[in-house]
């Protein structure tokens, strides 16, 4: 596919080659982006910046709409695209499909809805005579970085958001999974988007990332991907907002009154899907010791039931991971965890990309697999005697994005929302879950800001506060 700068389709003679995770076939080939071709994006998005200011709510409303709907038409072809580029399942790649659809329909919405609000000046000591209120308007320019493992969704929560608040928006897609994006941008420009309003930027992060974040043209990044290009982005960023959507090692505690197959099965789902490559999957198990041996028993036998291989073919339940390199992370760190003591239960085995759904018990929270985070298919359950040690080792980490708890005691669930510091927070449910329409963000170094197109918006639009001052 061709990438979309300066209001049109742009090709370069050095390409990138876009690869099948499953068997490492070509699915296309991007164009290799540089510097010259963030200067052409910045320059058309002022342009688009300017075009999308001046077009009314409804208008913008209108296009966003007809998108989703398009979408929601086309969600085989999009499942399909995101299964070759990134390896899920089918049946997620789907799932992702028919909600990112739903982002779009809610952005949609939003675009009607940037209310001011009038602020009662009056009600000051000595005020008399003024009338004030508040106006929102588009931040500008907004750059849109995303990560590989949810290819149209993350970028949808971007896109949608950055348009319906009136904003030209740059999308630079994962290279692994650019494929998505490029779709997506096809289908605003069919349903009428101005052409210099949506651009997207293929090429590597580390060659165009910091020309696109330090560039004083963008008033907004919106960030989703690791801790560590996070913190950079900042550093690049200055004095522009930013949103930043990062790691995490997912918290799940099990308390002696949960029913072991109900949290095997929520576990498992929090855990694997995408092969553990999602930023909430469930890493951490921390199980009261009144429920540890009933918990692993049922837990063992669920993760031996997911099936690995193609993730086109229906039977599959568990895809490759997204790079050889990265499985062979994830098999080192378990290898490390079980010399220093932990026990494998199940899994363990790596052939080529694929990582096989991996049991770990008696992990410290000292291990690589405990504190950092492992994005892989990897669970690591961790024996408490009480509450208190539980949350205690819950807020052991530096990140902060999804904790769950499974109990029945309604002081337990309570002290787990207060005392945990985590963005979400599931009771009875695992770490994985999320609506869309939802405010979703993390605490401390999981990030900042929130997403959810409404909340997204927010963060799309600066407030500009006018004051009248009235003649007695
Ligand atoms: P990543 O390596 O941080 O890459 C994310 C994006 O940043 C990619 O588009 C990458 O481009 C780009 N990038 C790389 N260097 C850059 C630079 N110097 N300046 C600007 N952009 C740069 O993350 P990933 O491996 O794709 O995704 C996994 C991570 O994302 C995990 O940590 C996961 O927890 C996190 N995540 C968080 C959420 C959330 O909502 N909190 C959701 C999903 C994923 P290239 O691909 O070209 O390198």
Known sequence: MRMHIGGEWVDKPEKIEVLNPFDGSVVDTIPRGDHDDVETALKTAERGAEIMAKMTGYERYEIIHKVSEMMSERTEELARIITLEEGKILAEATMEAGRAAEIIALSAEEAKRLYGEVIPLEGGPGVKGKLGFTVRVPCGIVVGISPFN??????????????????????????????????????????????EAIQCLTGSGSVIGDGLCADRRVRKITFTGSRDIGE???????????????????????????????????????????????????????????????????????????????????????????????????????DEAVSDGAELLTGGERNG?????????????????????????????????????????ANDTNYGLSAAIFTENIDWAM??????????????????????????????????????????????????????????
């Open 353 to 393: 990309q694929i990582y096989a759904p991996t049991l770990v018990a008696n992990v410290k929270p000292e291990m690589k697999i405990s504190y950092d985070e492992i994005f892989g298919p990897v669970v690591g359950v961790t024996k408490v005697s009480n509450i208190d040690d539980a949350i205690a080792l």
């Open 150 to 195: 949810f290819p149209l969704h993350l970028v949808c929560h971007k896109v949608g958001p950055a348009l319906a608040a009136g904003n030209a928006i740059i999308v630079k897609p994962a290279t692994d999974t650019p494929l998505s994006a490029l779709k997506l941008v096809e289908l605003f420009l069919e349903a009428g988007t101005p052409p």
């Open 232 to 334: 950079r982005i900042c550093h690049t960023a200055g004095l522009k907002r930013v949103t930043m959507e990062l790691g995490s090692n997912s918290p799940l505690i099990v308390m002696p009154d949960a029913d072991p197959e109900k949290v095997a099965a929520a576990a498992a789902a929090s855990g694997y899907s995408n092969a553990g490559q999602v930023c909430i999957s469930t890493q951490r198990v921390i199980a009261h010791e009144g429920i540890y041996g009933d918990f692993l028993d049922a837990f063992k036998s669920t993760v031996e039931d997911i099936s690995t291989g193609d993730p086109l073919d229906t039977p599959t339940k568990m895809g490759p991971m997204i790079r050889e390199d990265d499985a062979i992370r994830v098999s080192e760190w378990v």
């Open 415 to 472: 002290r787990f929302v207060r005392e945990v510091d985590s963005g979400n927070l599931m009771v009875n449910w695992g770490t994985q879950w999320r609506a869309d329409l939802m405010p979703y963000g993390g605490l401390k170094e999981s990030g900042m800001g929130k997403e959810g197109p409404k909340y997204a918006v927010q963060e799309m639009t600066e407030t500009k506060m006018a004051i009248f001052h009235l003649s007695e």
